[in-house]
């Protein structure tokens, strides 16, 4: 019986995460469901306190900010790398398709999914069936990753040829 009221608790858990229940409010139906369980003679009554010292921080701001938040918060600053100047104007830039609402942590998957499918111009496709087709035969990967740990230099002039570099320039300033 004890398993299975394990088992209960985790799914009632993941039901107030998934309905996106208020922290307050699953607090209280946790705390409600340890009582029952306790009355019930599954778990012992005592439950309530340890499991109301651990709720009580996590749901008055303050107390969250200062002994949860910070402290995570500093341990973040240390391990994370600084923003870069592309994350940070990207930032500033404010805007989000649909990414934005994949961070958020709610995707709208019909938006997703109503965008349509992107279809490469017959230059770029004959680019890929030909050029870069043909750079993927040269590559081998035992040969880059483990003998020269670099391309071999029939690939690097094959690649200047090809002006893969060029990628990512305008037409009008000589790219591809």
């Known amino acids: 019986m004890m398993i299975l009221s394990i088992i209960a608790t985790v799914v009632l858990l993941g039901a107030l995460f998934y309905h996106r229940v208020s922290l307050f409010l699953s607090s209280l139906i946790l705390l409600a469901w340890?009582?029952?369980?306790?009355?019930?003679g599954l778990w012992s009554i005592w439950l309530l306190v340890p499991l109301a010292i651990i709720l009580v921080p996590f749901n008055l701001t303050p107390m969250r900010k200062?002994?949860?938040s910070a402290p995570v918060f500093r341990?973040?600053?240390k391990v994370m790398p600084p923003m870069s100047r592309t994350e940070k104007e990207a930032i500033d830039a404010g805007t989000t398709w649909w990414e934005g609402d994949l961070f958020q942590g709610k995707p709208d998957w019909k938006k997703l999914h109503n965008y349509?499918?992107?279809?490469l111009t017959a230059e770029e496709q004959a680019f890929l069936d030909g050029p870069v087709e043909e750079a993927c035969r040269m590559a081998n990967d035992f040969q880059i990753t483990h003998e020269l740990a670099d391309l071999p230099p029939e690939l690097w002039a094959y690649l200047k040829e090809h002006r893969f570099f060029a990628m990512i320039i305008k037409k009008?300033?000589?790219?591809?």
Do not use: C, D, H, K
């Not at 340890?34 to 019930?40: D, E, H, Q």
């Open 34 to 40: 340890t009582a029952a369980l306790g009355v019930a």
């Open 66 to 68: 200062s002994m949860i």
């Open 75 to 77: 341990g973040f600053r």
């Open 116 to 119: 349509p499918q992107p279809q």
């Open 172 to 176: 009008e300033y000589g790219g591809l």
